[in-house]
T-cell receptor, first 119, second 117 residues
Framework: AQTVTQSQPEMSVQEAETVTLSCTYDTSESDYYLFWYKQPPSRQMILVIRQEAYKQQNATENRFSVNFQKAAKSFSLKISDSQLGDAAMYFCAYRSARDGGTSYGKLTFGQGTILTVHP | ETGVTQSPTHLIKTRGQQVTLRCSSQSGHNTVSWYQQALGQGPQFIFQYYREEENGRGNFPPRFSGLQFPNYSSELNVNALELDDSALYLC????????????????FGPGTRLTVL
């Protein structure tokens, strides 16, 4: 079974600064997806960024970028020029790319990191 | 385009009761997944429905059951409620359940907060 671990329960950053959230995962599969989701106090989970395991290039979405280290099974999220609206719980998640099986379509989430942004 | 909606927003039940939670998928989405998120934890996969059939299930007992309707909306039913069932229940819809990364992104609803007393 796949597991996702986020070792930072809480992180804080000053507005306009850069912060990196850590995530490690364990899997025996070679083909999978990794995601970072943001969950603000309103509770609605929003996709921030995704990475396909077969792609060597790190994904980037505006101020958000990842450092994907497949051999180390590490997937960190870097937020540049942090804004007050970035404050939320951030979840790292894993999804198998294989079809079929009883866990089809399953996202496996880490425990989350609460990000506080100070003005 | 309407996003994923869930009802009710909050619900309070007592131990042993039954509850039904509802989810309307995003327009054009035929796949619905349900997750349980305990306070301060990450969501846990309950099951997924695709074209009215259960398509995958996590480690939840049979008293957690679901339905998907022809319009792809979905219900989550929980029987014999236990205190540990208190959680935020999230529904997510996608264009398809498959491997195609352009179609399997899950869009989440705001959740239903269930409290079991």
């Amino acid at each position: 079974a796949q597991t996702v671990t986020q070792s930072q329960p809480e992180m804080s950053v000053q507005e306009a600064e850069t912060v990196t959230l850590s995530c490690t995962y364990d899997t025996s599969e070679s083909d999978y997806y990794l995601f970072w989701y943001k969950q603000p106090p309103s509770r609605q989970m929003i996709l921030v960024i995704r990475q396909e395991a077969y792609k060597q290039q790190n994904a980037t979405e505006n101020r958000f970028s990842v450092n994907f280290q497949k051999a180390a099974k590490s997937f960190s999220l870097k937020i540049s020029d942090s804004q007050l609206g970035d404050a939320a719980m951030y979840f790292c998640a894993y999804r198998s790319a294989r079809d079929g099986g009883t866990s089809y379509g399953k996202l496996t989430f880490g425990q989350g990191t609460i990000l506080t942004v100070h003005p | 385009e309407t996003g994923v909606t869930q009802s009710p927003t909050h619900l309070i039940k007592t131990r042993g009761q039954q509850v039904t939670l509802r989810c309307s998928s995003q327009s054009g989405h035929n796949t619905v997944s349900w997750y349980q998120q305990a306070l301060g934890q990450g969501p846990q996969f309950i099951f997924q429905y695709y074209r009215e059939e259960e398509n995958g299930r996590g480690n939840f007992p049979p008293r957690f059951s679901g339905l998907q309707f022809p319009n792809y909306s979905s219900e989550l039913n929980v029987n014999a409620l236990e205190l540990d069932d208190s959680a935020l229940y999230l529904c997510a819809s996608s264009l398809s359940p498959g491997w195609d990364s352009s179609r399997n992104e899950q869009f989440f609803g705001p959740g239903t907060r269930l409290t079991v007393l």
